[in-house]
T-cell receptor
Framework: AQTVTQSQPEMSVQEAETVTLSCTYD???????LFWYKQPPSRQMILVIR??????QNATENRFSVNFQKAAKSFSLKISDSQLGDAAMYFC???????????????FGTGTLLAVQP | DTGVSQDPRHKITKRGQNVTFRCDPI?????LYWYRQTLGQGPEFLTY????????KSRLLSDRFSAERPKGSFSTLEIQRTEQGDSAMYLC??????????????FGAGTRLSVL
């Protein structure tokens, strides 16, 4: 079974600085998707960034980028020029690629609570 | 696109009572998912539907839990004879599997259940 591990329960960053959130996962599959979701307090979870395992190029979305190391099974999120609105719980998630019967569910880590200091 | 809507946002009930939650997915999303999130944990998958068919259920979904999506639109999650261990945030998500959509799951704000 696949597992996702986030070893940093809490992180803090100064406004305008850069922070990296760590995520490792375990799987025997060769093709899959990885995600970072953001969950602000009392608000719905939103997708930050998505990576397809067969793509070697790291995904980027504006100030958000990932460092995907497939051999190491590592998927870290870098937030550049941190803003107060980035403060939230961040979840790393894994999903199998759907080939005939593969599950469609997301498998989440335990999350990293990011605080942004003004 | 009004987003995934969940009702109620909060539910307080006494142990042993039945509760029902509703989820309205984004229109034209054919897949709908239920997750449960307890304090300090990431969401855990409960079940998912493609249209009206329930295609997968987690072992977390005991016999006291039942989910339906009768017309392939909204879904309900019912918990019978609630226990204190059922206290959690119940999240609903939906996605569309059409070509080019990437099948991204969009989440609602959740229903927070407290069992006294």
């Amino acid at each position: 079974a696949q597992t996702v591990t986030q070893s940093q329960p809490e992180m803090s960053v100064q406004e305008a600085e850069t922070v990296t959130l760590s995520c490792t996962y375990d799987t025997s599959e060769s093709d899959y998707y990885l995600f970072w979701y953001k969950q602000p307090p009392s608000r719905q979870m939103i997708l930050v960034i998505r990576q397809e395992a067969y793509k070697q190029q790291n995904a980027t979305e504006n100030r958000f980028s990932v460092n995907f190391q497939k051999a190491a099974k590592s998927f870290s999120l870098k937030i550049s020029d941190s803003q107060l609105g980035d403060a939230a719980m961040y979840f790393c998630a894994y999903r199998s690629v759907q080939y005939g019967g593969a599950t469609n569910k997301l498998i989440f880590g335990t999350g990293t609570l990011l605080a942004v200091q003004p | 696109d009004t987003g995934v809507s969940q009702d109620p946002r909060h539910k307080i009930t006494k142990r042993g009572q039945n509760v029902t939650f509703r989820c309205d997915p984004i229109s034209e999303h054919n897949r709908l998912y239920w997750y449960r999130q307890t304090l300090g944990q990431g969401p855990e998958f409960l079940t998912y539907f493609q249209n009206e068919a329930q295609l997968e259920k987690s072992r977390l979904l005991s016999d006291r839990f039942s989910a339906e999506r009768p017309k392939g639109s909204f879904s309900t999650l019912e918990i019978q004879r609630t226990e204190q261990g059922d206290s959690a945030m119940y999240l609903c998500a939906s996605s569309r599997t059409a070509k080019g959509t990437k099948n991204i799951q969009y989440f609602g704000a959740g229903t927070r259940l407290s069992v006294l």
